[in-house]
């Protein structure tokens, strides 16, 4: 799959006549100038497609985002991190809807052509005061080299920014696709806590690029798992503006398909590195469970073991610990004989037909002692795979997550609570 | 509910006729003379009734048990603590059948009226070498008065024992209910990974009983969550002799539901005590999930929020999150509407419609400051509810969870993998 694609400089700005601005308004902590506030534009006209959480508690920007693009093609994205907008009310649906209109007028578009997202703290009246002198500021510092800066200011409780853009052959043209994503903590299959924006130069219809999307979504975003927790402000948003004049992709050709697969690889780079970078995360596991009865049953058992407290914390402990996988295989509701399970680590065999195998505990305590690893669960009695990539769980990840109190205390001092 | 109950001393061995024995093995640990082999025992001929895990990776000593209770009424139980005899195949099976039958022959019993229940390891051998010249030891040490031994035998990294007895008028009858469980770990809704022996002197027919258990292990050990994760070993065994000499309690009577009532009595009080002394554990919360659409619904909620590792999180930190609460409410599955949702901490409101409620957040603080106190989250779009008794997640728990690799190290030492 590497084969055709060239990995090229940049992120969401790598593809041509996309603008990208980041700036500080104090959002994240009002004493520090970390970048917060961002803006992702077309020069020219572009289709777009979105995917958002299932969450049924959905943020303003993210109801705000589905309508616009329900409604027409977006050409901009004005994104803040540090609050999400989320639980706010009539209030919040105004303010995101503001945060569009603004930036719609000062960029000469349709409110309905800016989408609008956030990430941040859940339940926090959104501090308008700090956003709203930053519009000016924000669109006139627009450039084709700041695609960094606007995947630096989407990161929260992340270390470091994600990005990554490619290019290829397509209809005889050089097609790119580039992007950026955050993640870190509420990381779960069907939508992580994320944001992904994607920028393409490539042309194509509507229909091929919203079935390329939720093929690229399902096989990428929504096979990792950091904590199990579903948020309420995932958004994976693309826009495609035609400027590599290829010819117009339709859906269900070779070409709809060999885009497909290219949008595909540039979400599993950045989902991957959403895992890597998850909150306080040490080991990065491939759970590759083979042979289930159904598709549905391989989902729930790969879903059970990335969850379960316990492996993840014997993960986290570099303990080969087969036992705690084959007990959360189990409780999965998928159809199983436990006599027909045999679980490895990478190659090395650790259970064998239900029951410990004869390779050494020291060697599979060396697979698990690195960095990332790969599990296979084969439950012998179907032939459905499902992959998820997951992580440990930390004491460190409790101990980051344990409180968001100076947010609360700082919206006081705002007396926005 | 509390009123006709007279609390008396004891636990296993409190109600008349029952004898209880524990001694050391060292399966726990071949260096330290902690208890690991227990036997409870009606000197008198008696009913049973038990409920065992839901997960599909059933220890053997479950399938024993299961069988034996299909077969024929148990008199008597004998359990190991520090291997879980799960995963461990056709051996495994013989192990446990040879514990039953072992006993029986010293008891003078048929096989089949020994129950047998084991909780530790996954995965490992069982160590019979160490447990077969226990038996007569074992067998010659029952006595009226080693219920707290027995209750001390069960646990494993329960921090201290837990047992608890009654006693209440019937049919102008003392009779007693008196019982022992251990938890700790692997503690979820559908039975905990735990185990709970419970003895009365009742005279009650074998359908009551049957319903009496069913009815309080749904109200009580179904009802309790520490990491949400099920095991493969979760047993709860009711016997009951008949020594109080009352009239025989029958199904569908008033009788039967007071004796329904004190055996919840005695459940909840186990199962609430198992929560508090989770690995780990910090908080005890008490969640209150209301006007829910359905009874499906309002489970849905108390499970999603009291699983949640970012609700966990917040409870260890002691950070009234209600943000991370109603996210959690919105990905539960349920149908709910987030404009409705109020949530409460003890009396005072957090959230009221979604939105954050006028409470000063210092209030709510001291509240969850508390090791224990009440979540009350109002769905206001029905009349469901359901409770669930949680805990906090501490990063103490993961490091507790990290490694089991010395007792596989162990096994290797005796040559059992």
């Known amino acids: 799959m590497d084969l055709p694609y060239t990995r090229i400089k940049g992120g969401v700005c790598a593809a041509r006549e996309f603008l990208g601005s980041a700036i500080s308004c104090g959002i994240k902590n009002p004493k520090s100038d970390r970048l917060d506030l961002s803006l ?38 004005i994104t803040n991190s540090g609050n999400a907008n989320a639980c706010t009310g ?16 000062l960029l000469g578009l349709r409110q309905r052509e800016v989408g609008v997202c956030s990430t941040g703290v859940i339940g926090l009246p959104m501090p308008m005061i700090r956003i709203e002198p930053k519009y000016e500021g924000l669109v006139a510092g627009l450039g084709p ?27 005889g043209k050089r097609v790119r696709i580039g992007g950026c994503a955050k993640g870190a903590g509420m990381i779960n299959p069907n939508m992580a806590t994320m944001l992904c924006f994607i920028t393409t130069d ?35 948003i693309v826009l495609a503006n035609g400027a590599a004049e290829n010819k117009t ?4 050709t070779k070409e709809c398909r060999d885009f497909s697969h290219a949008l595909e690889f540039v979400m599993n780079k950045l989902a991957k590195s959403i895992v890597r970078d998850g909150e ?3 080991k990065f596991v491939t759970l590759e469970v083979k042979s289930a009865r ?31 996988i084959i007990h959360a295989v189990g409780y999965s509701g998928a159809s199983i004989r436990e006599e027909f399970v045999d679980i490895y680590y990478e190659s090395k065999a650790a259970c064998k037909g239900g029951l410990q195998a004869k390779t050494n505990p020291e060697v599979l305590r060396n697979i698990v002692s690195k960095p990332a690893f790969k599990i296979t669960i084969d439950l012998g009695i179907g032939d459905a795979n499902h992959r998820i990539y997951s992580s440990d769980l930390s004491p460190e990840y409790v101990d980051f997550n344990r409180s968001e109190y100076a947010y609360w205390k700082q919206a006081k001092k705002d007396g926005l609570v």
Chains 1, 2 share one sequence.
Not at 90 to 105: C, L
Not at 145 to 169: L, M, P, Q, Y
Not at 211 to 226: D, G, L, P, Q
Not at 294 to 323: F, H, I, R
């Open 280 to 282: 306080r995360v040490t």
């Open 202 to 236: 490539a042309n194509i219809g509507k229909r091929g690029l919203k079935e390329a999307i939720e093929n690229s979504v399902e096989n990428t975003f929504n096979r990792i798992t950091i904590d199990g927790d579903t948020s309420t402000n995932d958004s994976v």
């Open 40 to 77: 992702i534009y077309s020069k020219i006209g572009c289709l777009s497609a979105g995917m958002f959480t299932q969450n049924r508690v959905k943020a303003a920007p993210v109801r705000v985002s589905q309508s616009h693009l329900r409604a027409e093609s977006l050409r901009a994205i």
């Open 249 to 252: 992709i339709r859906r269900g």
């Open 90 to 105: 009539p209030t919040g649906m105004q303010d995101a809807k503001n945060m569009a209109k603004e930036t719609s007028k």
């Open 145 to 171: 080299k700041n695609g960094n800066d606007v995947a630096r200011s989407i990161i929260t409780s992340d270390t470091h920014e994600k990005e990554f853009a490619i290019s290829f052959e397509l209809h």
């Open 294 to 324: 159904n598709a549905s049953d391989a989902k729930k058992v790969a879903q059970a073991v990335a969850n379960s407290s316990l492996v993840k914390s014997s993960w986290n402990g570099e303990d080969p610990n087969w036992g705690r």
